[in-house]
Protein backbone atom coordinates (compact mmCIF):
# COMPACT_ATOMS: atom_id res chain seq x y z
CA UNK A 1 0.00 0.00 0.00
CA UNK A 2 1.67 3.43 -0.81
CA UNK A 3 3.11 5.65 1.91
CA UNK A 4 0.49 8.99 1.47
CA UNK A 5 -2.96 9.03 -0.09
CA UNK A 6 -3.70 10.51 -3.60
CA UNK A 7 -5.06 13.89 -3.37
CA UNK A 8 -5.44 14.59 -7.39
CA UNK A 9 -8.77 16.27 -6.34
CA UNK A 10 -8.69 19.73 -3.88
CA UNK A 11 -12.32 20.12 -2.98
CA UNK A 12 -13.95 17.98 -0.68
CA UNK A 13 -17.22 17.83 -3.38
CA UNK A 14 -19.75 15.48 -2.59
CA UNK A 15 -19.30 15.40 1.43
CA UNK A 16 -22.12 15.40 3.38
CA UNK A 17 -21.01 15.92 6.96
CA UNK A 18 -24.33 16.90 8.59
CA UNK A 19 -25.12 14.63 11.18
CA UNK A 20 -23.47 17.10 13.64
CA UNK A 21 -25.69 20.28 11.91
CA UNK A 22 -28.72 18.30 12.22
CA UNK A 23 -28.47 16.96 16.00
CA UNK A 24 -31.67 18.05 17.94
CA UNK A 25 -31.74 15.59 20.49
CA UNK A 26 -30.50 16.42 24.19
CA UNK A 27 -28.06 15.31 25.50
CA UNK A 28 -26.02 14.19 22.57
CA UNK A 29 -25.95 17.80 21.29
CA UNK A 30 -25.05 19.07 24.47
CA UNK A 31 -21.74 16.69 24.76
CA UNK A 32 -20.83 17.22 20.83
CA UNK A 33 -20.64 21.10 21.68
CA UNK A 34 -19.29 20.98 24.45
CA UNK A 35 -16.47 18.72 23.86
CA UNK A 36 -16.26 21.33 19.81
CA UNK A 37 -16.06 24.28 22.24
CA UNK A 38 -13.20 22.59 24.72
CA UNK A 39 -10.62 21.70 22.31
CA UNK A 40 -8.23 24.72 21.43
CA UNK A 41 -8.41 24.33 17.99
CA UNK A 42 -5.60 27.52 16.85
CA UNK A 43 -2.85 25.14 19.51
CA UNK A 44 -3.95 21.70 16.94
CA UNK A 45 -3.47 23.81 14.43
CA UNK A 46 -0.02 25.06 15.55
CA UNK A 47 0.81 21.02 16.30
CA UNK A 48 -0.33 20.07 12.58
CA UNK A 49 1.85 22.62 11.00
CA UNK A 50 4.64 21.83 13.07
CA UNK A 51 4.66 18.07 12.30
CA UNK A 52 4.74 19.29 8.15
CA UNK A 53 8.14 21.79 9.47
CA UNK A 54 5.87 25.05 9.68
CA UNK A 55 3.81 24.67 6.56
CA UNK A 56 0.53 26.90 6.93
CA UNK A 57 -2.57 25.16 7.55
CA UNK A 58 -5.93 25.83 8.66
CA UNK A 59 -8.87 23.39 10.26
CA UNK A 60 -12.09 23.47 7.57
CA UNK A 61 -15.61 24.34 9.26
CA UNK A 62 -17.13 20.59 8.30
CA UNK A 63 -17.50 18.58 11.25
CA UNK A 64 -18.02 14.96 11.06
CA UNK A 65 -19.13 13.02 13.72
CA UNK A 66 -18.86 9.60 14.86
CA UNK A 67 -20.18 8.12 18.42
CA UNK A 68 -17.63 8.49 20.00
CA UNK A 69 -15.04 10.93 17.91
CA UNK A 70 -15.19 14.32 16.20
CA UNK A 71 -13.62 14.46 12.58
CA UNK A 72 -12.24 17.91 11.19
CA UNK A 73 -10.35 18.54 7.97
CA UNK A 74 -6.84 20.33 8.08
CA UNK A 75 -6.14 21.57 4.99
CA UNK A 76 -2.65 22.26 3.98
CA UNK A 77 -1.50 25.71 2.30
CA UNK A 78 0.40 22.73 -0.01
CA UNK A 79 -3.43 21.57 -0.43
CA UNK A 80 -2.67 17.97 0.87
CA UNK A 81 -5.30 17.36 3.85
CA UNK A 82 -4.76 15.88 6.55
CA UNK A 83 -3.24 4.38 15.73
CA UNK A 84 -2.34 1.31 16.76
CA UNK A 85 -5.45 -0.23 14.78
CA UNK A 86 -5.10 1.58 12.07
CA UNK A 87 -1.04 0.21 11.96
CA UNK A 88 -1.90 -3.26 11.53
CA UNK A 89 -5.38 -2.33 9.32
CA UNK A 90 -3.07 -0.53 7.18
CA UNK A 91 0.17 -3.14 7.15
CA UNK A 92 -1.75 -6.67 7.17
CA UNK A 93 -4.41 -5.65 4.58
CA UNK A 94 -5.43 -3.72 1.33
CA UNK A 95 -8.06 -1.90 3.49
CA UNK A 96 -7.90 1.44 2.31
CA UNK A 97 -6.76 3.41 5.61
CA UNK A 98 -5.19 6.77 6.35
CA UNK A 99 -1.80 7.41 7.06
CA UNK A 100 -1.48 8.64 11.08
CA UNK A 101 0.81 11.57 11.18
CA UNK A 102 0.51 12.39 14.53
CA UNK A 103 -1.10 10.46 17.60
CA UNK A 104 -1.54 12.15 21.26
CA UNK A 105 -2.49 9.99 23.68
CA UNK A 106 -2.53 12.52 26.91
CA UNK A 107 -5.61 13.44 27.82
CA UNK A 108 -4.28 16.90 29.19
CA UNK A 109 -2.84 17.43 26.21
CA UNK A 110 -1.96 21.61 25.20
CA UNK A 111 -5.00 21.12 22.89
CA UNK A 112 -7.40 19.90 25.52
CA UNK A 113 -8.04 16.37 24.29
CA UNK A 114 -6.59 13.48 22.77
CA UNK A 115 -5.98 13.85 19.37
CA UNK A 116 -4.68 11.91 15.47
CA UNK A 117 -3.66 13.98 12.77
CA UNK A 118 -4.03 11.83 9.46
CA UNK A 119 -4.78 11.89 5.94
CA UNK A 120 -8.72 12.20 5.22
CA UNK A 121 -10.39 9.20 2.85
CA UNK A 122 -12.67 10.91 0.68
CA UNK A 123 -16.31 9.42 0.84
CA UNK A 124 -19.37 9.54 3.23
CA UNK A 125 -20.08 7.85 6.53
CA UNK A 126 -23.43 5.88 6.19
CA UNK A 127 -24.82 8.07 8.95
CA UNK A 128 -24.07 11.65 7.10
CA UNK A 129 -26.55 9.70 4.07
CA UNK A 130 -29.85 8.70 6.47
CA UNK A 131 -28.32 5.26 6.13
CA UNK A 132 -29.52 5.47 2.49
CA UNK A 133 -27.85 4.08 -0.26
CA UNK A 134 -28.76 4.90 -3.79
CA UNK A 135 -30.13 2.26 -5.48
CA UNK A 136 -27.68 1.85 -8.38
CA UNK A 137 -25.27 1.88 -5.55
CA UNK A 138 -26.27 -0.62 -3.80
CA UNK A 139 -24.58 -3.84 -5.35
CA UNK A 140 -21.23 -1.99 -5.19
CA UNK A 141 -21.26 -0.57 -2.07
CA UNK A 142 -22.34 -4.52 -0.51
CA UNK A 143 -19.38 -6.12 -2.71
CA UNK A 144 -17.02 -3.61 -1.34
CA UNK A 145 -18.21 -4.27 2.52
CA UNK A 146 -18.23 -8.31 1.76
CA UNK A 147 -14.62 -7.79 0.97
CA UNK A 148 -13.37 -5.45 3.92
CA UNK A 149 -14.89 -8.39 6.11
CA UNK A 150 -13.19 -10.85 4.47
CA UNK A 151 -10.03 -8.89 4.50
CA UNK A 152 -10.56 -7.64 8.09
CA UNK A 153 -11.00 -11.62 9.04
CA UNK A 154 -7.82 -12.96 7.64
CA UNK A 155 -5.30 -10.87 9.92
CA UNK A 156 -4.70 -13.39 12.38
CA UNK A 157 -3.06 -12.33 15.41
CA UNK A 158 -1.72 -15.01 18.24
CA UNK A 159 -4.49 -14.29 20.71
CA UNK A 160 -7.56 -12.28 20.94
CA UNK A 161 -7.14 -9.13 22.42
CA UNK A 162 -6.90 -5.49 21.72
CA UNK A 163 -3.77 -4.19 19.52
CA UNK A 164 -1.36 -1.99 22.00
CA UNK A 165 1.94 -1.61 19.98
CA UNK A 166 4.19 -3.07 17.70
CA UNK A 167 7.68 -4.84 19.06
CA UNK A 168 10.98 -4.28 17.31
CA UNK A 169 10.22 -7.27 15.39
CA UNK A 170 7.04 -6.52 13.97
CA UNK A 171 4.73 -8.44 15.73
CA UNK A 172 2.04 -7.23 18.02
CA UNK A 173 1.64 -6.39 21.48
CA UNK A 174 -1.89 -7.22 22.53
CA UNK A 175 -3.60 -6.34 25.70
CA UNK A 176 -7.24 -7.00 27.31
CA UNK A 177 -10.69 -5.84 25.83
CA UNK A 178 -13.03 -3.42 27.98
CA UNK A 179 -15.24 -5.67 29.86
CA UNK A 180 -13.61 -8.99 29.18
CA UNK A 181 -10.30 -8.86 29.89
CA UNK A 182 -7.77 -10.96 27.86
CA UNK A 183 -6.06 -11.52 25.66
CA UNK A 184 -7.63 -14.40 25.38
CA UNK A 185 -5.43 -17.83 24.06
CA UNK A 186 -8.66 -19.49 22.21
CA UNK A 187 -12.25 -19.11 21.31
CA UNK A 188 -13.50 -20.78 24.47
CA UNK A 189 -11.74 -18.44 26.50
CA UNK A 190 -12.74 -15.49 25.03
CA UNK A 191 -16.69 -16.98 24.55
CA UNK A 192 -16.81 -17.84 28.38
CA UNK A 193 -15.58 -14.20 29.25
Same mark, same amino acid.
Given at each position: ????????????? &???W????????????????A??????????????????? &????????????G?N?????????????????I??????????????H????????S????????????????????????P??K????A?????HI???????????????????????????P??????N????????
Amino acid at each position: MPDTLSHENNTFA &GYRWSYFSSLSKEPLKARAQAFLQSINWDLLTQCASTKRN &GLECRILPDIGLGYNHMVRIVEFSDRAREYWTICLVRRESTIPVPRVHLFETDTNSSVGAQFMLMDCLQGNAGRDLSMNIPPEHKLDVYARMAEIHIDMFNIRLPKIGKVTGINADGTYQQGPLPILGGPFNTAAEFFIA
